[in-house]
């Protein structure tokens, strides 16, 4: 499976946007980037997934780059829900379960 | 409204005693997984099943089983086999495309006594 890599933390103040980037220089053609985040002692959360182009939901954008070795999450205006582990995803077409790595750990400070 | 239970929140096993951690959904999805995760990892894939009435292993299904007889319900069962299990598992579930989002319970913390 190819493999994404992520750095260990960030920190952001509150209400300023975050730029989470994730490199997967071998990614292939058909897998789907998948972004999901988990807050301490909770189950991991959907946040945003994409092919190709880029993605916008309520929650975030992603940005994907034009050869596709790396994404980048954006958090508009970060508050203080937003600190969590992000974790970069690569899912190939015919896989089934998500390959998690140890994410990012995102500080908000007010 | 639609979504995850795994039941219970925490769990206690005593040495050589097997325990059952359950995973139902109402989103009428057909693929379901479980994962554990020890404290600042990432998760690991225990069990996936694609449909009911099969499943596969993933990659540290040793000491785990699994059932998969009704689509909203993957119970997970640690035997006494497996030697360390004290760690925080995830139930998941989805519609089993590639382009579609797990959606996660709240997860069951299994401790040993």
């Known amino acids: 499976d190819a493999k994404t890599t992520q750095p260990n933390s960030m920190e952001s103040n509150e209400e300023e946007p975050v730029h989470l980037p994730c490199n997967h220089s071998?990614?292939?053609?058909?897998?789907?980037i998948h972004w999901y985040r988990q807050l301490p002692s909770q189950g991991p959360e959907y946040v945003i997934h994409g092919l190709t182009s880029n993605v916008n939901n309520r929650m975030a954008s992603l940005a994907i780059a034009e050869d596709r070795k790396s994404s980048t999450l954006i958090l508009h205006r970060a508050t203080l829900r937003d600190a969590a582990v992000y974790y970069c995803i690569l899912r190939p077409d015919s896989g089934y379960a998500l390959n998690f790595g140890k994410g990012t750990s995102l500080l908000v400070t007010p | 409204d639609g979504g995850i239970t795994q039941s219970p929140k925490y769990l206690f096993r005593k040495e050589g005693q097997n325990v059952t951690l359950s995973c139902e959904q109402n989103?009428?999805?057909?693929?379901m997984y479980w994962y554990r995760q020890d404290p600042g990892q990432g998760l690991r894939l225990i069990y996936y099943s694609q449909i009911v009435n099969d499943f596969q292993k993933g990659d540290i299904a040793e000491g785990y089983s699994v059932s998969r007889e009704k689509k909203e319900s993957f119970p997970l069962t640690v035997t006494s086999a497996q030697k360390n299990p004290t760690a925080f598992y995830l139930c998941?579930?989805?519609?089993?495309?590639?382009?579609?989002?797990?959606?996660f319970g709240d997860g069951t913390r299994l401790s040993i006594l």
């Open positions: 071998t990614i292939s053609g058909t897998d789907y």
């Open positions: 989103l009428n999805h057909d693929a």
């Open positions: 998941a579930s989805s519609t089993g495309y590639s382009n579609q989002p797990q959606h």
